[in-house]
């Protein structure tokens, strides 16, 4: 069975600063996806970023990064220049990797971004 | 971008009565669709995974006869709800696997059963 664990269940970070959140996972599957989702309080669930496993460059989008240790299992975001619209939970997600397979979620991070 | 509509966005029932909640992936086909269950604070339950023209896959626990699932095209998967019941109050989300694998979810719908 796969297991997502974000040890994080709160953070904040001041405006425009640099935030990084945690995720990692236990798989014995060599490949798989793995995604980081935001959940604003509208509860509207957003993609984030998506990465994978074959793939050894971190996934990059515009603010959004990712530390993709695949020999650690670990799958950290990294939000730079924080911006007040950032203020959501944050849910990391496994996915074994092919066509109509289940998504696991980790127990997600409140992250506040504070003016 | 890929957009998933659910509807209703809240609905208000009588115990025993039943509710059926749609999910629409609006410019793209999902042969899969997902279905969740939310609750506050908490993270996504998966409640049963749904393929288009077959019956649902349900999780263990999650009641068939209770929750029936419809994807009767490759945009629309429905939920129903059956002799709903104020433990069944939950916020409920739908998803639809997109071409990467990634899944786009819809805005949820928050049943209350009274």
């Known amino acids: 069975a796969q297991t997502v664990t974000q040890s994080q269940p709160e953070m904040s970070v001041q405006e425009a600063e640099t935030v990084t959140l945690s995720c990692t996972y236990d798989?014995?599957?060599?490949?798989?996806?793995l995604f980081w989702y935001k959940q604003p309080p509208s509860r509207q669930m957003i993609l984030v970023i998506r990465q994978e496993a074959y793939k050894q460059q971190n996934a990059t989008e515009n603010r959004f990064s990712v530390n993709f240790q695949k020999a650690a299992k670990s799958f950290s975001l990294k939000i730079s220049d924080s911006q007040l619209g950032d203020t959501a939970m944050y849910f990391c997600a496994f996915m074994k990797g092919d066509t109509g397979n289940q998504f696991y979620f980790g127990t997600g991070t409140s992250l506040t971004v504070i003016p | 971008g890929a957009v998933v509509s659910q509807h209703p966005s809240r609905v208000i029932c009588k115990s025993g009565t039943s509710v059926k909640i749609e999910c629409r992936s609006l410019d793209f086909q999902a042969t899969t669709m997902f279905w969740y269950r939310q609750f506050p604070k908490k993270s996504l339950m998966l409640m049963a995974t749904s393929n288009e023209g077959s019956k649902a896959t349900y999780e263990q626990g999650v009641e068939k006869d209770k929750f029936l699932i419809n994807h009767a095209s490759l945009t629309l998967s429905t939920l129903t709800v059956t002799s709903a019941h104020p433990e069944d109050s939950s916020f409920y989300i739908c998803?639809?696997?997109?071409?990467?694998?990634?899944?786009?979810f819809g805005p949820g719908t928050r049943l209350t059963v009274t």
């Open positions: 798989t014995s599957e060599s490949n798989y996806y």
């Open positions: 998803s639809a696997e997109g071409p990467g694998y990634e899944q786009y």
